[in-house]
């Protein structure tokens, strides 16, 4: 893994380098094969549509949202729940009776996964052992707390805590340690506009957003110390995804996508198209190319500027979609000849092996 300076103001003058997506070359490094997440443990299309996905490092599970009512024996008939999909043992397990409010998320053994839900007039996040489907809740230090990032061991938890009441209105970026429950702030705003916080695998880097004044920033949680906004002083940012071995930060900016290297302060630069997640090592970047016409998803190796097609049909994917080393990305899509025998004619899960 590399190693890497503490961050400070220096980390903002970053020099951009660009990259033409139009001259990478594209195809699969080895054959490519697609696989339905969104199914029953014994093969069972889903009865109702599936979006929302993320996997795990190694790509043995997958983490989803579905309205079906078929997925499991004891899903209840309405309303979305959440599902883990275990690759290797074929089985899918529903995580909790409570509908997410925002996308679920997986920890990077693919042994926790968090949802927010609705909890009588506010809004909690729900953590759920993978293995036992035991549930645990959370701290929030103001009345509601959504948007979770999970470090590698589930051990740790970033989230935004929200207060719209006018002694308190904003909210606060915050980590919370799940063994001691213990809730530490990084940063305050007086705005309730997305924060996407996104935690480093080993929880020592917490990469968040300042939507309002659109700026990105990275906090070293281990010396205290939150770099300047790493987009620079004459762009407008959103963040996308910080990398699991927090080395690369990637955000969106006047219609283009950037990959932040965040020990040298340098981008590359991808006009024109839109990131959507990186994976934990850094190297692999899917995004979504401008147009209407070409594929839906490409993940980019930023080591070799080479593309490979993943979703030729309309597909959409977000932070967490590719295993490390970019060898898996998930996907959703209402796509019907992507897998054999799809006939439910609703959106599904997929996942894409490259390698």
């Known amino acids: 893994m590399r190693t890497r300076t503490a961050l400070s103001a220096a980390a903002a003058a970053c020099a951009v380098t660009a990259v033409l997506p139009g001259n990478a070359s594209a195809g699969p490094r080895l054959a490519a094969d697609i696989e339905r997440i969104s199914v029953a443990s014994d093969g069972t299309q889903a009865d109702d549509k599936s979006a929302d996905a993320s996997i795990s490092a190694d790509g043995r599970r997958v983490v989803f949202s579905s309205s079906a009512k078929n997925l499991t024996a004891d899903t209840p008939s309405t309303g979305d729940k ?35 839900h609705v909890w009588m007039d506010n809004v909690r996040i729900r953590q759920y052992e993978v293995s036992t489907g035991r549930s645990i809740s ?10 979770p990032s999970l470090s590698t061991d589930g051990g740790l938890i970033a989230q935004i805590s ?38 480093s695998s080993d929880g020592r880097y917490l990469a968040y957003q300042d939507a309002e004044a659109g700026d990105v920033f990275v906090h070293d949680r281990t010396d205290g110390t939150t770099s300047a906004p790493i987009e620079g002083p004459s762009k407008e940012a959103s963040l996308v995804q910080l990398s699991g071995n927090g080395t690369k930060a990637v955000y969106l900016s006047g219609g283009d996508t950037y990959v932040h290297d965040l020990a040298t302060g340098t981008a590359q630069h991808l006009p024109g198209v839109r990131g959507v997640a990186i994976d934990p090592t850094g190297r692999y970047l899917l995004y979504a190319p401008g147009g209407t016409t070409g594929p839906s998803l490409v993940l980019r190796d930023l080591r070799t500027n080479t593309d490979e097609t993943v979703a030729t049909q309309p597909a959409t994917a977000g932070p967490g979609a590719v295993s490390a080393d970019g060898r898996d990305v998930v996907f959703h899509s209402a796509a019907d000849d992507l897998v054999p025998d799809d006939t439910n004619g609703t959106p599904d899960v997929f996942v894409r092996r490259l390698y």
């Open 82 to 116: 959440v599902y883990v999909r275990d690759r290797r043992s074929s089985q899918t397990t529903r995580m909790g009776y409570l509908a997410p409010t925002r996308p679920p998320v997986i920890s990077g053994n693919g042994e926790y996964i968090s949802y927010s």
């Open 162 to 199: 929200v207060s719209y009441r006018q002694q308190t209105y904003g909210q606060r970026v915050e980590v919370e340690e799940r063994r001691t429950g213990t809730l530490k702030t990084v940063a305050t705003f007086a705005h309730t506009k997305p924060a996407g916080p996104s935690l």
């Open 138 to 147: 959370g701290n929030c230090s103001l009345f509601s707390c959504s948007q």
